[in-house]
């Protein structure tokens, strides 16, 4: 049974449409009548589910409007159509990863940013390493780690953000209501300098698709620069906490909402806009980094005059040049609703002078109702830093099939490929393989399964197409079965990291596959727009999550450490030969960064979905950082309070992870360790 929130009702005769708490939606039937007063209905329900119900709004929070017909919240019941619970995937024509028996440490021979022991914004690094030349802690003495000092958040929901560590102050943003924290590291027990509170709309809490989840600031010139649910960018002077300036760029009406960490480069404010399931037009904003004004804008879709494509855009493969492709490649006016959105990572590559940073879903799921490639959603753009150009862009999944986006971190190091070293970017991609591009053409090296896919047979190099397997797509009205990765891809959102020291990338990620059955759905303004019904559950092994060493000039698994929940933290690695990452029934580990051997673990409060961190402290000690505290998308059954015997709540995600109440609980935590 799915708990839903009724975000439509028009008149008596119209379809009401629900989503549950996470925000997935389908139809559940046709409003017969209402009464004003006792704000209830009578629903005539879905022809699937034909009977009468009766439904009271919940109060606690409701915004009843008759007149206007506003959102408002309800208890709504309506059966997953067509797909099994139980149904196991099917391991005929799976691919797997292949596994390095014998992997010799190949130390990294390329250039990497300077590092002074902070840690300024999430990815440590413009090329996204989130690796620390800190080295006191290591795999001798990592096991006597400490708890040098914590401190709550007073929030129940999702805490995905990275740390800040600049001029002995550490800097943390919370989920909804996206307080920004100064906690001073020279004192004892890091005491609270100062919190900023931005107020962001209440009612942008409705528009997020997978939780109220913030990804983190960035800092830069003595500014720190974090998003709002509610689509404001805000500067904040990092040393009093006094508000700079704040631009409005989204609008939580269209559905657009703000979850992602900005990147401050060349004096810009690069933001992106979060909403795919609720038929928003992605883009990719430039503020300028004094002042807030709007610099550039970079449509996902449209004519290519809004995608900023000009002479410059010298795409690799001939499926992605031709002029208005991100008009051509959809049904009339669908790319205006097409999603496409920019909420995951980007990197910057200074000497090219190019950001580089992937665009998400299309819209709707039902991938019936957008026949065509869909540009430029599910792929990366490479654009100028300075004016936004694009210069190049490569389709991951065209045409996506399983809400596979492409909002993933790119890596970027230089790498020995085929005997010659190339300007590459690692991506480890959620249709379930690892991507190693030319970052200077968009030009496909390699492509190797890190996880069990059954949806695609392959990447051709020659072409770069994606080779879809036929009888695993999607279609309305038949329920497929063993579709893996699953929706939320073989990894999400959750960063990896990558050691100049033993050359391997460290990737956190998921083991699932999914039932999915797609239906139709109307667009309506602000609400969601999904139109797919899925059940996830554990890939073969029967555990739900990784967390794997891997070799990308040669792409094999070199080790990997099975978890029974997906793996959803972010990671960091240390010239300590230490990687450190969490698991979503609170553990925080340490691993030796070699042989993956556990070294270390501490029981936090809450399942860990935040990124570690390590600084140098001002007493000259190495220390490490994350937030506790499950939600997102992946921990929706414990943030949520979801019915675990409903295994298509939050879009199918409950059904891999029905038993996670039992191993943890809701509550924001940060935990900083050092040894003693």
Not at 513 to 537: F, L
Request: charged share 20%.
């Amino acid at each position: 049974m799915f708990r839903f929130q009724v975000v439509s009702v028009a008149r008596a005769g119209r379809k009401m449409l629900g989503i549950n708490q996470l925000g997935y939606t389908q139809t559940c039937g046709t409003l017969t009548s209402y009464n004003e007063g006792q704000t209830t209905f009578r629903l005539s329900a879905h022809p699937k589910n034909a009977r009468k119900m009766r439904h009271s709004v919940h109060s606690d929070y409701a915004l009843w409007n008759a007149r206007t017909l506003a959102a408002c919240l309800a208890l709504v019941f309506c059966p997953l159509i067509g797909l099994s619970a139980d149904s196991k995937s099917n391991t005929s024509g799976m691919l797997l990863p292949q596994t390095e028996s014998n992997y010799q440490l190949r130390p990294y021979q390329g250039k990497l940013e300077a590092d002074d022991g902070q840690w300024v914004r999430p990815a440590k690094d413009y090329a996204s390493t989130r690796y620390s030349t800190l080295d006191q802690i290591n795999p001798s003495n990592v096991q006597n780690l400490k708890l040098a000092f914590s401190f709550s958040t007073g929030l129940t929901r999702g805490h995905e953000a990275a740390p800040l560590v600049v001029n002995n102050t550490m800097y943390i943003v919370t989920p909804w209501p996206n307080k920004l924290y100064a906690l001073d590291l020279t004192k004892p027990g890091a005491p609270m300098k100062w919190v900023y509170q931005p107020m962001p709309t209440q009612a942008s809490q409705g528009v997020a698709c997978c939780d109220v989840v913030n990804r983190g600031a960035s800092y830069s010139g003595g500014k720190l620069y974090y998003n709002t649910l509610d689509d404001q960018t805000i500067c904040v002077d990092a040393n009093s906490g006094k508000e700079v300036w704040r631009t409005h760029v989204g609008d939580i009406n269209k559905g657009e909402s703000m979850t992602m960490a900005p990147l401050v480069a060349k004096g810009k404010v690069l933001v992106g806009v979060s909403g795919g399931e609720f038929g928003v037009r992605g883009w990719l904003k430039a503020l300028d980094a004094k002042t807030g004004k709007l610099a550039w804008t970079a449509y996902t879709a449209g004519p290519d005059k809004d995608v900023l494509i000009g002479p410059r855009f010298k795409p690799f493969y001939a499926q992605d040049r031709g002029q208005d492709l991100g008009v051509k490649s959809w049904p009339p006016d669908a790319w205006k609703i097409g999603g496409g959105g920019v909420w995951g990572w980007i990197s910057y590559d200074p000497d090219l002078n190019l950001i580089y940073y992937g665009t998400a879903n299309p819209g709707p799921w039902d991938a019936d109702a957008r026949p065509g490639d869909n540009k430029f959603t599910a792929g990366i753009f490479a654009r100028d830093a300075d004016t936004g150009e694009a210069i190049w862009y490569y389709q991951f999944s065209p045409h996506d099939l399983y809400d596979y986006d492409a909002v993933n971190e790119n890596i970027l190091l230089d790498l020995p490929i085929n005997g010659q070293t190339r300007k590459v970017l690692v991506r480890p991609e959620r249709n379930g393989y690892v991507y190693v591009l030319d970052r200077t053409t968009g030009e496909v090296l390699s492509a190797n399964p890190f996880a069990p896919i059954t949806t695609t047979r392959g990447v051709d190099l020659k072409t770069g197409l994606l080779q879809y397997v036929e009888e695993k797509r999607p279609t309305r009205g038949k329920a497929l079965r063993g579709l893996c990765p699953a929706a939320p891809g073989a990894k999400d959102w959750q960063p990896s990291a990558f050691s100049p020291k033993t050359g391997l990338l460290y990737i956190p990620h998921q083991h699932l596959c999914m039932d999915e059955e797609d239906v139709s759905v109307n667009y309506i303004a602000g609400t969601p727009y999904v139109g797919a019904n899925v059940v996830m559950y554990d890939a073969p092994g029967g555990y739900g999550g990784e967390f794997t060493a891997w070799d990308p000039v040669n792409g094999k698994v070199v080790w990997s450490i099975p978890d029974h929940f997906p793996v959803w933290s972010g990671t960091v690695a240390t010239a300590g030969n230490i990687v450190f990452y969490g698991t979503m029934d609170g553990w925080f580990r340490a691993v030796d960064a070699v042989t993956g051997k556990q070294l270390w673990q501490f029981k936090t409060g809450s399942g860990i979905i935040g990124q570690p961190i390590t600084y140098k402290g001002p007493d000259g000690k190495q220390y490490v950082a994350v937030l506790s505290g499950v939600g997102g998308w992946a921990g929706a059954i414990v943030a949520g309070g979801l019915d675990p015997r409903d295994k298509g709540a939050a879009l199918g995600f409950v059904g891999a992870t029905q038993d996670l109440p039992k191993y943890t609980n809701q509550g924001g935590m940060l935990y900083v360790f050092t040894l003693p």
